[in-house]
């Protein structure tokens, strides 16, 4: 990663602060973005969000830019909009997938970045994720896509894509990982514990060999 500025897709999860402190090492610039779509779990997510944004060192960080992209139009009654059916914590990973997600992100974030004069997108894509919309393939040709549309070159950036969520935590033990958050169906501000995110975070604690200081509704 190259110093300058860079829009920062984040989300509450440990990957987004991860993310930041890998931005910060590279002493990057970082403008944090969050693509808010109406999702059932987003006003839990952007509390913790705000809550370890705020932890960090203001040094090489601009404020939080919210950006409001409802997707009630295109996902319907979708479980990702409604909170209800939400995949539990024995489903596969192909559950959890929602259509087109990166390419909204994406979009939203490198169209933002160019009005502010920054040509790279940075996200926390892990190793192991299974969608095809986030391989390196994806990124490149969508980054080419971008620059045709803005007329300008567009990087999009994984610098965390070889690392597992457990490598992530035993590389940050000491951070304020019981202030990331993971969860689809969250009780108020708290993890519901059943859903197949929380699962996926009990596990990523468990590999690592940390304990989980997560608050679980159940």
């Known amino acids: 990663m190259s110093r300058g500025g860079v829009v920062a897709l984040v989300s509450g999860g440990l990957d987004s602060w991860c993310l930041i402190q890998t931005l910060r090492k590279a002493q990057a610039t970082i403008h944090p973005v969050y693509v808010r779509c109406g999702l059932a779990w987003e006003p839990a997510e952007l509390f913790w969000l705000r809550e370890w944004l705020a932890k960090l060192p203001r040094t090489g960080r601009r404020a939080l830019k919210v950006l409001h ?44 970045g160019i009005q502010h004069g920054l040509s790279t997108v940075a996200l926390g894509t892990l190793a192991g994720n299974p969608f095809q919309d986030a391989t390196p393939e994806f990124f490149r040709s969508f980054a080419a896509c971008l620059k045709q549309a803005l007329s300008r070159p567009v990087r999009i950036a994984t610098p ?59």
């Open 69 to 112: 992209v409802p997707v009630h139009g295109l996902y319907g009654r979708h479980w990702s909009v409604t909170g209800r059916d939400v995949p539990a914590s024995d489903s596969r990973d192909a559950a959890v997938y929602l259509p087109g997600r990166n390419v909204l992100l994406l979009a939203h974030a490198a169209v933002y």
């Open 160 to 218: 965390l894509r070889r690392l597992t969520k457990a490598r992530l935590i035993a590389t940050w033990p000491k951070g304020p990982l019981h202030l990331t958050f993971s969860c689809l169906s969250p009780s108020g501000n708290r993890h519901c514990g059943r859903c197949n995110k929380c699962a996926e975070r009990r596990r990523a604690f468990h590999d690592a060999g940390i304990p989980d200081p997560t608050s679980y509704a159940s």
